[in-house]
């Protein structure tokens, strides 16, 4: 099971990033895929979760409702992370992760900088 995320950089206050999550290794159809975030310093906390293809439901944390958007490529293997009007406090690491035969699986991580 591998799950390689990309994506993160460094932008300014207000602007965009898309991160990607590229699977392989499970079945990927069945499976929901979340992204997490560790800032320094802090614990890591989930930021958006998208369910298996079949129901394909979103759930954001309260604080990237209206500005992160999680979708799915299916064909691709493919989890997205859409960021706009980025803060300061969205610097973290961002990982993304699945729960495979019970057991939590992360990828490595991209991180996101938001600075100006």
């Known amino acids: 099971v591998q799950l390689q995320a990309s994506g993160g950089g460094l932008v300014q206050p207000g602007g965009s990033l898309r991160l990607s999550c590229v699977t392989s290794?499970?079945?990927?159809?069945?499976?929901?895929i979340g992204w997490f975030r560790q800032a320094p310093g802090k614990e890591r906390e989930g930021v958006a979760c998208?369910?298996?293809?079949?129901?394909?439901?979103?759930y954001y944390t309260e604080s990237v409702k209206g500005r992160f958007t999680i979708s799915r490529d299916d064909a691709k293997k493919t989890v997205y992370l859409q960021m706009n009007s980025l803060k300061p406090e969205d610097t973290a690491v961002y990982y993304c992760?699945?729960?495979?035969?019970?057991?939590?699986?992360w990828g490595q991580g991209t991180l996101v900088t938001v600075s100006s």
């Open positions: 992760s699945t729960v495979e035969r019970g057991l939590r699986r």
């Open positions: 290794g499970f079945n990927f159809d069945y499976y929901a």
């Open positions: 998208i369910s298996s293809s079949a129901d394909d439901n979103t």
